[in-house]
């Protein structure tokens, strides 16, 4: 069995969001894939999920387990429906087979690149977190360091995002949904968690969508019982 463990985290996050994960995650070989344009990573060409996930294939050699949360997890079910030869198990957190009205990613799109992040986000740190979070500073300062470009064309893969071929998913799989997430409720997770076959469903208390950061230990847990 393979102990390289691949994250891949939401849209507008660099790999510092899963600073709370590295524990729960020593003895793997972790390998952080960031979108483009987030983090250290250039702005690239990609513009659909599929080039997203070819992205992570040419980035890792043989076979992993993935774990993605949002964007991330729309990567991650791409690559277990179209390659499953090179996944082992996976975690899809707070994420879903389609993300709202594909317009609304458009707009994004184009309000991101005519005024920044900047303009976006205040209203993304309140899905992000539960107004009870204390740290929102740190994250707005890592969403504000995303190239405008990079973020706008990963809102041009979610808008083309269907989460077609879900049933073809054969690795085990744990969903994991924040019981206060406005992006992918629990309910959302309900639904892609039953059109995987023999996929869990996790439900975590008091988080919203970065639920990873904002209950560090259930989700910690939930991640421990299912890579091990």
């Known amino acids: 069995m393979s102990r390289t463990v691949v994250l891949s985290g939401s849209l507008g996050s660099t790999a510092e969001m899963w600073g709370p994960q590295r524990p729960a995650l020593a003895g793997f070989e972790v390998v952080d894939v960031e979108h483009p344009g987030h983090g ?14 070819a992205r992570v294939l ?12 949002s964007l991330g997890g729309a990567i991650g079910m791409r690559i ?16 879903a087979a389609q993300f709202g009205d594909p ?27 539960t107004p009870s979070f204390g740290d929102v500073d740190a994250y707005r300062r890592m969403f504000l360091s995303v190239e405008r470009e990079g973020y706008a064309r990963c809102c041009e893969a979610l808008a ?27 309910a959302v997770g309900a639904e892609l968690a039953g ?7 996790a439900v975590i208390d008091a988080a919203a969508h970065l639920a990873n950061v904002e209950r560090p230990d259930d989700f910690n847990r939930l991640l421990e019982e299912h890579l091990r």
Do not use: N, Y
Not at 81 to 88: K, S
Not at 116 to 128: F, P, T, V, Y
Not at 163 to 186: F, K, M, Q, S, Y
């Open 103 to 129: 317009a609304q990613w458009l707009d994004r799109a184009a309000t991101v690149r005519a005024d920044g992040l900047e303009a976006i986000a205040e209203a993304i740190l309140a899905r992000w977190f």
């Open 160 to 186: 083309r995002w269907s989460g077609d071929g879900l049933e073809r998913i054969h690795a085990p799989t744990l969903v994991v949904a924040g019981a206060l997430d406005p992006t992918a409720p629990p």
């Open 195 to 201: 059109r995987i076959p023999g996929a869990r469903l």
């Open 80 to 95: 277990a429906a179209d390659h499953p030869e090179r996944l082992e198990r996976l975690v899809l957190a707070c994420t």
């Open 40 to 53: 250290a990573a250039p702005v690239g060409d990609e513009r659909t999920i599929e080039a997203l996930a």
């Open 58 to 69: 040419a980035a890792v050699d043989g076979r992993f387990s993935f774990v993605g949360l």
